[in-house]
């Protein structure tokens, strides 16, 4: 990757402004072990995100919060298990935040470091993000850019160290976001 921002602005044909969530063709999903031999695939339904487009790829920022009580992994009574206090606990952690501290990259392939905060307990996180394209879509209004990004996340380290041993420690995180471009851009 390059930090050539003159390149890297070039490379991410976006327009300068506030970009709008497309929360209808956007997830925030996650996989994590259970048991150590099985994965359970989930995602969160609440979510609001935003994404800022300077002058400069450093003028980039990404904000987004997701409601933790939002949680769904296909099985109801598992999901009311998760939010209970003695895993999520999502009375103490109603949502989870990110916010992006850099961006970096070329072409399709880039990143986006930020801090991630679950609760009380904000750590580093970096994902890798692959830019989707850009298109105009008149049905929804506007241009849309995509993105996927994925990354990982110890549980641990966010005071979420319950149930090891039936838990991963690892939640992989996969996101798949829509923005509307500003209107007038």
Known sequence: MTNDIATAATALPLAQGHWELDPLHSAVNFTIRHLGIAKVRGR??????????GETLGDVQVSATVDMASIDTGNADRDAHVRASDLLDVEKRPTMTFRSTRVSGEGEDWAMEGELTIGDVTRPVTLAV???GLVEVPVYGGRHAGFEAT????????????APGLLGEVVKIHLDMQFVEPAGA
């Not at 969160?44 to 487009?53: C, I, Q, S, T």
């Open 151 to 162: 990354g990982e996340i110890r549980r641990s380290e966010f005071g979420l160290d319950f």
């Open 130 to 132: 692959e830019f989707g």
């Open 44 to 53: 969160f339904n609440g979510m609001e995100a935003g994404l800022y487009v």
